[in-house]
Structures are given as structure tokens and as C-alpha cells.
């Protein structure tokens, strides 16, 4: 297990495979399981400030994509359920969500309740595409403003 681990962090190593190791960050990070892709994204920058944009992109990208697959559990979560119990508190978010539709997507880049509100938008079959754009634009932006503080908080650039 341990081999599996250095070669995995090999692997992954920045600056080396840089660009990919962001998207499969920012990817994992985007779906159910509780992982930060943003301090990755500026080591990044930090090592190769010539990659700040495209990491920005990589990491939207990668990000946007795994907010994908949660809309899509949650499309398929909704087709596996016949019937489910809601308290009021669940009804109400769930009226929010379908009012404000698509939208909503755009609070996608939110701790803790973007990546589920991309799998309740696919569990309310909003529509997939204006979802994705939705998603893309609200990562986009927390990757900016992330990478941009922890830049401006720490200016120095490591290596150079």
C-alpha cells in the first residue's frame, strides 16, 4: 500500500505533471468526497507563475466536469427512488433550487453545499447544459479569487 502511495504522489508530483495533476484534483474535489483542489492550483502558480491561466482553466475544467458527474448521481439517484420522505426544511430548499433553476448552479463553488446542490439540480432533472455553464462560471471564479488572495498574501515566489 505504501509503494502505491509514493508512486501515486510521483505521479502527481508538481511542477513535473503539473496541469494534470490539477484537473484530477480539482475533479475529485468536485464530487461527494471532502477534497480542497485550490492549494494545489497555487502551488502551481507558485512554481510556474507562466501557468496561471491555463491552470485556472485546467482546474475549471476538471472541476466543472466533476460537478458533472455529481449532477448526473443525482439524476440517477432521483430515477432509483420511488418515493421520499421530506421534511419541511427539505422542501423548502428544494423549492428554492427549483425556482431559481440553473442558476442555482452558479453557488456550485460553495464548501460543503456546491457539490450537493449539483447533485439535487440533477436529482430535480434541471436542465444539464445551462447547469454546466452555471457550474463553470462559479468555479472559475472561486479558483480566481482564491488564487489571487493566497498570491497577493504570499508574493515571494518560491524558486526563482
Known amino acids: 500500500m505504501e509503494a502505491w502511495i509514493d508512486w501515486l ?3 502527481l508530483a508538481l ?3 503539473g496541469l494534470s495533476t490539477v484537473f484530477i484534483v480539482a475533479f ?3 464530487t461527494l468526497l471532502p477534497l480542497g483542489s485550490e492549494p494545489v492550483v497555487f502551488g502551481l502558480v507558485k512554481l510556474n507563475p507562466d501557468l496561471f491561466w491555463p491552470a485556472f482553466l485546467v482546474a475549471t475544467a476538471g472541476n466543472t466536469l466533476g460537478g458533472v458527474v ?3 448521481m443525482g439524476y440517477g439517484a432521483e ?3 420511488e ?5 419541511p426544511v ?3 430548499a428544494l423549492a428554492w433550487l427549483q425556482r431559481f433553476g440553473a442558476p442555482a448552479c452558479l453557488l456550485s463553488w460553495l464548501p460543503g453545499v456546491g457539490d450537493p446542490l449539483c447533485a439535487v439540480a440533477g436529482w430535480l432533472r434541471l436542465p444539464f ?3 454546466v455553464l452555471y457550474m463553470a462560471i462559479g468555479k472559475f471564479g472561486r479558483y480566481l479569487l482564491m488564487t489571487a488572495s493566497l498570491l497577493w498574501a504570499f508574493p515571494g515566489v518560491i524558486g526563482h
Open 9 to 11: 504522489l510521483a505521479l
Open 15 to 17: 511542477p513535473k505533471f
Open 28 to 30: 475529485i474535489s468536485a
Open 70 to 72: 455529481t449532477w448526473w
Open 79 to 81: 430515477r432509483a427512488v
Open 83 to 87: 418515493r421520499v420522505r421530506h421534511r
Open 90 to 92: 427539505e422542501h423548502r
Open 129 to 131: 447544459w445551462p447547469c
